[in-house]
């Protein structure tokens, strides 16, 4: 399992070695539950492009319709079986 979580995290840093970091987007899930639509105006805005009041809007019905929480809560540790 270790081996699959290393090739999981070595990848994808050689990647953004050779590519440069400029290429890359740090999402973190944090921010994304704290504040998608901040998080997704920073994207957008990374990516060179405007986040419309329309499709801003269908974040938010998205949003409304899809809560965390719509089949219950579950924490979970990375001590946990899987």
Same mark, same amino acid.
């Given at each position: 399992?270790?081996?699959?979580?290393?090739?999981?995290?070595?990848?994808?840093?050689?990647?953004?070695?050779?590519?440069?970091?400029?290429?890359?987007?740090?999402?973190?899930?944090?921010?994304?539950? +704290?504040?998608?639509?901040?998080?997704? !105006?920073?994207?957008?805005?990374?990516? @060179?492009?405007?986040? /419309?009041?329309? %499709? $801003?809007? +269908?974040?938010?019905?998205?949003?409304? !319709?899809?809560?965390?929480?719509?089949? @219950?809560?579950?924490? /979970?540790?990375? %001590? $946990?079986?899987?």
């Amino acid at each position: 399992m270790l081996r699959q979580l290393d090739a999981h995290i070595a990848r994808p840093l050689q990647a953004r070695e050779r590519l440069g970091e400029d290429r890359f987007f740090d999402l973190h899930y944090a921010a994304l539950m +704290r504040d998608p639509i901040g998080v997704m !105006r920073s994207l957008y805005e990374w990516a @060179g492009d405007a986040l /419309t009041a329309p %499709t $801003e809007r +269908r974040m938010l019905d998205w949003l409304e !319709r899809n809560p965390q929480t719509a089949s @219950g809560l579950r924490h /979970t540790r990375w %001590t $946990e079986p899987a």
